[in-house]
Antibody
Framework: EVQLVQSGAEVKKPGESLRISCKGS????????ISWVRQMPGKGLEWMGR????????SYNPSFQGHVTISTDKSISTAYLQWSSLKASDTAVYYC???????????????????WGQGTLVTVSS | EIVLTQSPGTLALSPGERATLSCRAS???????LVWYQQKPGQTPRLLIY???SRATGIPDRFSGSGSGTDFTLTISRLEPEDFAVYYC?????????FGQGTKVEIK
């Protein structure tokens, strides 16, 4: 059974750093990209960026570029999302999600998210 | 980036009725690379439809997707009690991948 298990809720102060995690199991971790998605309180979903665990190549939404860093440790099948300096506006639930590549005319197309972690609530408040 | 606008914002229907949800893109979505997700309160999003019209594994056939270019539709042929939720569309035709703001399907 495919599972993505995320780390627990965090309460931080503005300016603090944070790293949250997402551990994959039940599938070959290095064969599928992982994306991170933000959901602010009462709001919709926002794609933040993705990583290819096989080579750690990342791609970010320009809206999040420079403010977060996505990484993986494939030896423990875990992806990370980290901030060096949190803001109050970072308060949200953060989901990791596994990609489901679809083959179109012999080419794998990425962007479909088939399994999601349970979400990590990050609260940033002074 | 491609902006996705979903309508209506809220759809109030009764069980057994047909639901039609719209997702309009600010520019053409290449390859019909459009996904629909369902999210219930306090739960994670669930993949329903990808490639505009392909049902994900285990998704009942009362869910169907259609459309191309800038206009896409999710149809639920007969609403079951468990279908009352928020539905999001997402495009993956160009980066950054973007989501619509969601349509809430609520019980009338």
């Amino acid at each position: 059974e495919v599972q993505l298990v995320q780390s627990g809720a965090e309460v931080k102060k503005p300016g603090e750093s944070l790293r949250i995690s997402c551990k994959g199991s039940g599938y070959s971790f290095t064969n599928y990209w992982i994306s991170w998605v933000r959901q602010m309180p009462g709001k919709g979903l926002e794609w933040m960026g993705r990583i290819d665990p096989s080579d750690s190549y990342t791609s970010y939404n320009p809206s999040f570029q420079g403010h977060v860093t996505i990484s993986t440790d494939k030896s423990i099948s875990t992806a990370y999302l980290q901030w060096s300096s949190l803001k109050a506006s970072d308060t949200a639930v953060y989901y990791c999600a596994k990609h489901y590549p679809t083959m179109i005319f012999g080419v794998f197309i990425q962007g479909v998210l088939d399994y999601w972690g349970q979400g990590t609530l990050v609260t940033v408040s002074s | 980036e491609i902006v996705l606008t979903q309508s209506p914002g809220t759809l109030a229907l009764s069980p057994g009725e047909r639901a039609t949800l719209s997702c309009r893109a600010s520019q053409s979505v290449s390859g019909r690379y459009l996904v629909w997700y369902q999210q219930k309160p306090g739960q994670t999003p669930r993949l329903l439809i990808y490639g505009a019209s392909s049902r994900a594994t285990g998704i009942p056939d009362r869910f169907s997707g259609s459309g191309s270019g800038t206009d896409f539709t999710l149809t639920i042929s007969r609403l079951e009690p468990e279908d009352f939720a928020v539905y999001y569309c997402q495009q993956y035709g160009s980066s950054p991948w973007t989501f619509g703001q969601g349509t809430k399907v609520e019980i009338k």
